[in-house]
């Protein structure tokens, strides 16, 4: 079996450092490549550069790491940011873009190899320090009411963590049933991740146990 590849996208080389501690600390991972800005990013995915995953910080020193999201998606990435930004606005900018994990930079290397696990099981890497943050937005209406019994079903259990392919064993689907639900849902929220789902399920629940 081959070695799941890692970036490390980060300027401050103790950083990088300490990401690389937590990936080879693991047998099956390996890094591919460590780059300090943007810059370097494009020249290695240009050159045929290849990863898995990419660890990405959003301050680099030639712009905003959130610009190499769609670009790290594109090559068939999942990607985690490693910041230390924590407020509501930059979270959620993050989750916008379609990031696969969001992990502050107080996270320990053990936190942070088992971030890599989960967004490879095609499921988010959200603390729920990072979520709580995000139940702060509600809206009116209750966009939860759009979706079928069967969605709904699928979108407790995103909001739970589980992977598609855990879902599918619990609910006796495929993968791919459950990844064309899980389509469905987020066109029916004008959602693009499944954080987004998660958070707006918890949310949910939060305000149904204060009622």
Known sequence: MNPIRILIIDDHPLIRLGVRHSVESLPD??????CADLACVHDWLNGGGAADVAVLDRSLPDGD??????VLKA????????TVEDGDEEIRAAIETGVDGYLLKSSDTEQISHAIGVVLQD?????PAVLQKLYRAGAAEDPLSRLSAREL???EYVAQGHSNKVIGAKLNLSDNTVRNHLANIMQKLDFHNRVQ???LVLQHLKKTRRA
């Open 65 to 70: 790491g959130l610009d190499l999201v769609p």
């Open 75 to 82: 090559a068939g990435m999942k990607v985690i940011i490693l």
């Open 29 to 34: 991972l390996t890094v591919s490549q460590e």
């Open 197 to 199: 789902v998660a958070t």
């Open 123 to 127: 499921a988010g890497a959200f603390p």
């Open 153 to 155: 079903e699928i979108a």
